[in-house]
C-alpha cells in the first residue's frame, strides 16, 4: 500500500524513481479506507533530505500512510527554502487539535546546547506533552529521543570525548520483542552524534526498558512499558552515502572529524561505502507501524484514550 503525500512535494519524484509506491492527494480521494495519519515533525535543518529518507522508510510498508510535515514556528530554517516550508509545512499550533496515530520526531544539531538554551525548546516542550493525548504512539530519533527522554523522564545526556560516527552493530535484548521482528541477531545501524544517554539512568526509570544496546554505540533503543513512546538514538533511514557527505562536509570546514567506522571498505574512502543496516531501518519503521500503530490505534481517532499494550509486544 502507498503513502499519500501532496502531489508536488521533491519527495514524490525522488521515490517514484525507486519505484516506490506513493499517492497522490487527488487520487487518494477514490480509496475508501481509513488511512493512517502521521505527524513528521522534521527538526533537521535539511529539512528536504531527512523528509525523504523517512517517507522512503514509511512507504514501503503494506500500509496506506497520510503524513503532515511539521515544523517549529519558534525557529527560522535557514537551509531549506522558505516557499518550501510554506507550501508542504504546518506549524505546532496549526496541528494542536488533532489526533494522529503515529508522530515521528527527527533529531537536530544542537548536541552541544543545553536543552533550554535551544531556541525552540519551549514549543518543542508542548508538542512533547501533546503528544501524551493526541498521539497513539511515537518514534523518537537521535537528538529528539534524547531531549524526548530529558522531558518525559529526566533521563540526562552527556557529551562524548569524540564524535559517535559510523556504521555499529548491535542486539536486541528482547529477541521475541515484535518491534525486532526479523532483525538478525546482530544487526547494524548508523550513528552521527555528539551526545549520549546512558543505560544505568534508564534503567532507575520503571517506566522504561532499554531495548538494544551497541559494545561500541551504547544504548540504541529505549522503550516505554506501554509502547506508545521509543526512543531511536541512531539513524536508520540513513541514505547510503549521508555519512559520506557529513565526513567530507566537515573536513572542508576544517572541523575535527574522524573516518566514519565500519563504514568504507578497507577503511579506504574513495571506496563506495557498502550498506549493511537498509532492510533492519526498514524492518524498524515497518514493525513500530504495523505492532505498534496500525494493530493498536483506534478506528475512531477521536475516541483515543491511549491505554496500555500487552507489554509482551515489547
Avoid at 496506506?64 to 527554502?81: A, G
Avoid at 521482528?181 to 534503567?203: C, K, L, M, Q
Avoid at 483506534?298 to 507489554?311: A, I, Q, R, V, Y
Wanted: with cysteine; net charge negative.
Amino acid at each position: 500500500m502507498p503513502i499519500k503525500i501532496p502531489d508536488t512535494l521533491p519527495a514524490r519524484s525522488v521515490l517514484e524513481k525507486e519505484h516506490i509506491f506513493v499517492m497522490t492527494e487527488l487520487r487518494a480521494l477514490h480509496q475508501d479506507i481509513r488511512p493512517l495519519r502521521i505527524a513528521l515533525v522534521n527538526l533537521m535543518p535539511t529539512k528536504i533530505t531527512t523528509e525523504t529518507q523517512i517517507l522512503r522508510c514509511l512507504a514501503n510498508t503494506p500500509l496506506q500512510i497520510e503524513v503532515d510535515l511539521v515544523q517549529m514556528s519558534s525557529h527560522q530554517s535557514k537551509n531549506t527554502p522558505q516557499d518550501h516550508l510554506l507550501h508542504f509545512y504546518e506549524t505546532f499550533e496549526e496541528i494542536r487539535e488533532r489526533v494522529y496515530d503515529g508522530c515521528i520526531i527527527t533529531g537536530a544539531p544542537v548536541e552541544f546546547l543545553d536543552y533550554e538554551q535551544v531556541d525552540y525548546w519551549p514549543e518543542l516542550c508542548e508538542l512533547f506533552e501533546w503528544t501524551r493525548t493526541n498521539v497513539h504512539s511515537t518514534l523518537h530519533i537521535c537528538w529528539g529521543a534524547q531531549a524526548g527522554l530529558y522531558y518525559h523522564y529526566g533521563i540526562p545526556k552527556y557529551v562524548l570525548p569524540q564524535k559517535l560516527f559510523g556504521i555499529f552493530p548491535h542486539t536486541a535484548l528482547n529477541k521475541k520483542s515484535r518491534l525486532f521482528r526479523g532483525f538478525d541477531d546482530v544487526y547494524w545501524a548508523p550513528h552521527s552524534r555528539n551526545t549520549e544517554v546512558r543505560a544505568a539512568d534508564i534503567e532507575k526509570v520503571p517506566q522504561l526498558r532499554l531495548l538494544s544496546v551497541s559494545e561500541e554505540a551504547g544504548v540504541h533503543i529505549v522503550g516505554d512499558q506501554e509502547g506508545h513512546q521509543f526512543f531511536v538514538m541512531g539513524h536508520s533511514e540513513y541514505d547510503t552515502m549521508t555519512l559520506d557527505g557529513e565526513y567530507h562536509r566537515d573536513l572542508k570546514k576544517g572541523l575535527p572529524i574522524a573516518m566514519p567506522r565500519h563504514y568504507y571498505p578497507r577503511n579506504d574512502p574513495s571506496r563506495t561505502p557498502v550498506n549493511n543496516w537498509r532492510a533492519t531501518g526498514q524492518l524498524l519503521y515497518t514493525n513500530w507501524l504495523n505492532y505498534f500503530v496500525y494493530q493498536t490505534t483506534p478506528f475512531n481517532l477521536k475516541t483515543m484514550d491511549n491505554e496500555s499494550l500487552d507489554c509482551s509486544m515489547l
